[in-house]
């Protein structure tokens, strides 16, 4: 591929603009000093972090990877705004870590690629920051934990919630006894998604390696309406994969862990547009004295997500259409807290507004924190194991609704369902060759 050259590009969104006033070098830092890592995966959301991770100056982006070389152009131009040296473009990601001045791989590909990925680049002696849902499945997510620790690697999740103070204070304010004993917490995810085209089979594009796309999926003919978004050979869903940001965040501000049962009732009730994976969710996490409900839409257009005008500012949401808002209910007082910088706000008793604390986005600080850590070798803000139990609970919502839509219980210990192998059949997932998650990482 022809080199493409330098030209001022980042992809603008207020939270772009944020993020990179933040990050943006104070001075130049040597070559020696940098953390040098590879992007693994450059569409929207890897293009965004390869720019952000070159806007620091103790980071250097030495490799741009992807199967769709139509990705490059735009993924080079966000890292060439920020660093005068141009990371090598290469189509499979072995390159990166098979080159030992590679520190640490970015993870960002569709979500059957999550764990493989992960795992070789652990094993290559790689730290990871690896987007979410952390992985496709229950058993996935536990091999993933168990390589991080075996061979001692900083794995971060992209939960970049976890790093928001707001957050952190609104924890700190509930576990202080601000809204009394908590018995019950409300996850609204309610969204617009558009359909998904079917699509006929077609020649596969130039400048596309396809049957590595597939990676460790079934090969199928290729289609532009099979994406992965909505397949369950690829892809988590649309709900678990944007909604586990606030599962996440719903985990962190109570402090639990894994649920002792979960249900679900859920199904594709509104698209006709072949998809495999619900539309629709009401699930329901039980922590002995308290429920986590989940209640989650892809067809709610009055459902809005926080305005890129509210978030980074001192403004609170419109609480009662806010998409991703999160509804803390306790014996002496109830918190809203919404996602994206939406900030918090407590009433008491008698509904009487008590306290506000606006919030800003955790984005910068969270990969400032992931690349603090791979020099520090302290766990990160989001840790894979962290990232495990709250992509869990999608994964215990998905599987539900596949058996029948009834209560499971789940051992965390054996990473199971006792006694139940119309569940277990779901824990994992059928491999091609070569592209297979090992049972000994």
Request: glycine residues 10%.
């Given at each position: 591929?022809?080199?493409?050259?330098?030209?001022?590009?980042?992809?603008?969104?207020?939270?772009?603009?944020?993020?990179?006033s933040?990050?943006?070098?104070?001075?130049?830092?040597?070559?020696?000093?940098?953390?040098?890592?590879?992007?693994m995966?450059?569409?929207g959301?890897?293009?965004?972090?390869?720019?952000?991770?070159?806007?620091?100056?103790?980071?250097?982006?030495?490799?741009?990877?992807?199967?769709?070389?139509?990705?490059?152009?735009?993924?080079?131009?966000?890292?060439?705004?920020?660093q005068?040296?141009?990371?090598?473009?290469?189509?499979?990601?072995?390159?990166?870590?098979?080159?030992?001045?590679?520190?640490?791989?970015?993870?960002?590909?569709?979500?059957?690629?999550?764990?493989?990925?992960?795992?070789?680049a652990?094993?290559?002696?790689?730290?990871?920051?690896?987007?979410?849902?952390?992985?496709?499945?229950?058993?996935?997510?536990?091999?993933m934990?168990?390589?991080?620790?075996?061979?001692?690697?900083?794995?971060?999740?992209?939960?970049?919630?976890?790093?928001?103070?707001?957050?952190?204070?609104?924890?700190?304010?509930?576990?202080?006894?601000?809204?009394?004993?908590?018995?019950l917490?409300?996850?609204?995810?309610?969204?617009?998604?558009?359909?998904?085209?079917?699509?006929?089979e077609?020649?596969?594009?130039?400048?596309?390696?396809?049957?590595?796309?597939?990676?460790?999926?079934?090969?199928?003919?290729?289609?532009?309406?099979?994406?992965?978004?909505?397949?369950?050979?690829?892809?988590t869903g649309?709900?678990?994969?944007?909604?586990?940001?606030?599962?996440d965040?719903?985990?962190?501000?109570?402090?639990i862990?894994?649920?002792?049962?979960?249900?679900?009732?859920?199904?594709?009730?509104?698209?006709?547009?072949?998809?495999?994976?619900?539309?629709?969710?009401?699930a329901?996490?039980?922590?002995?004295?308290?429920?986590?409900?989940?209640k989650?839409?892809l067809?709610?257009?009055?459902?809005?997500?926080i305005?890129?005008?509210?978030?980074?500012?001192?403004?609170?949401?419109?609480?009662?259409?806010?998409?991703?808002?999160i509804?803390?209910?306790?014996?002496?007082?109830?918190?809203?807290?919404?996602?994206?910088?939406?900030?918090?706000?407590?009433y008491?008793?008698?509904?009487?507004?008590?306290?506000?604390?606006?919030?800003?986005q955790?984005?910068?600080?969270?990969?400032?924190?992931?690349?603090?850590?791979?020099?520090?070798?302290?766990?990160?803000?989001?840790?894979?194991?962290?990232?495990?139990?709250?992509?869990?609970?999608?994964?215990?919502?998905?599987v539900?609704?596949?058996?029948?839509?009834?209560?499971?219980?789940f051992?965390?210990r054996?990473?199971?369902?006792?006694?139940?192998?119309?569940?277990?059949?779901?824990?994992?997932?059928?491999?091609?060759e070569?592209?297979?998650v090992?049972?000994e990482?």
């Amino acid at each position: 591929m022809k080199p493409i050259g330098r030209r001022e590009f980042f992809r603008n969104s207020a939270g772009a603009a944020a993020a990179l006033s933040l990050l943006a070098p104070g001075k130049s830092v040597p070559a020696s000093d940098r953390v040098r890592i590879g992007i693994m995966g450059v569409g929207g959301r890897g293009t965004q972090l390869a720019g952000w991770f070159a806007a620091m100056p103790d980071v250097e982006v030495a490799y741009l990877c992807d199967v769709n070389q139509r990705r490059f152009e735009r993924s080079l131009e966000a890292v060439s705004a920020h660093q005068d040296y141009e990371p090598e473009l290469v189509t499979d990601f072995r390159r990166i870590l098979d080159d030992p001045e590679v520190d640490a791989l970015v993870n960002a590909t569709p979500d059957h690629w999550h764990a493989l990925g992960a795992i070789m680049a652990c094993r290559a002696g790689k730290d990871v920051y690896v987007e979410k849902p952390l992985s496709l499945n229950i058993w996935e997510g536990a091999q993933m934990v168990r390589a991080a620790r075996k061979y001692e690697r900083v794995v971060q999740v992209g939960l970049q919630c976890r790093s928001s103070a707001y957050a952190a204070a609104a924890a700190e304010f509930i576990k202080s006894g601000g809204i009394g004993d908590v018995h019950l917490a409300e996850v609204v995810f309610q969204m617009q998604h558009p359909a998904v085209p079917k699509g006929d089979e077609q020649p596969v594009p130039p400048g596309l390696d396809w049957d590595m796309w597939c990676g460790p999926g079934p090969l199928v003919p290729y289609s532009p309406g099979r994406w992965w978004f909505e397949r369950w050979d690829y892809s988590t869903g649309g709900i678990a994969g944007d909604a586990v940001h606030q599962l996440d965040l719903a985990r962190m501000l109570l402090d639990i862990g894994y649920p002792e049962a979960a249900y679900a009732d859920g199904g594709v009730r509104h698209f006709d547009d072949g998809r495999e994976i619900p539309d629709t969710q009401i699930a329901t996490f039980e922590y002995g004295g308290l429920t986590l409900l989940f209640k989650a839409t892809l067809w709610t257009p009055y459902m809005k997500k926080i305005p890129h005008s509210i978030r980074d500012s001192d403004t609170i949401p419109a609480w009662e259409n806010c998409s991703t808002k999160i509804v803390v209910q306790g014996t002496a007082g109830m918190m809203n807290f919404g996602r994206h910088g939406g900030g918090w706000q407590v009433y008491d008793e008698n509904y009487e507004l008590v306290r506000t604390e606006p919030g800003r986005q955790g984005d910068a600080a969270h990969l400032r924190n992931f690349i603090d850590c791979v020099r520090s070798r302290e766990l990160p803000a989001a840790d894979v194991e962290q990232g495990h139990i709250s992509t869990l609970l999608c994964h215990l919502s998905n599987v539900s609704c596949r058996v029948g839509n009834r209560k499971l219980v789940f051992d965390p210990r054996n990473q199971s369902f006792p006694g139940d192998p119309e569940a277990n059949a779901y824990l994992g997932r059928t491999y091609r060759e070569p592209w297979v998650v090992p049972a000994e990482v």
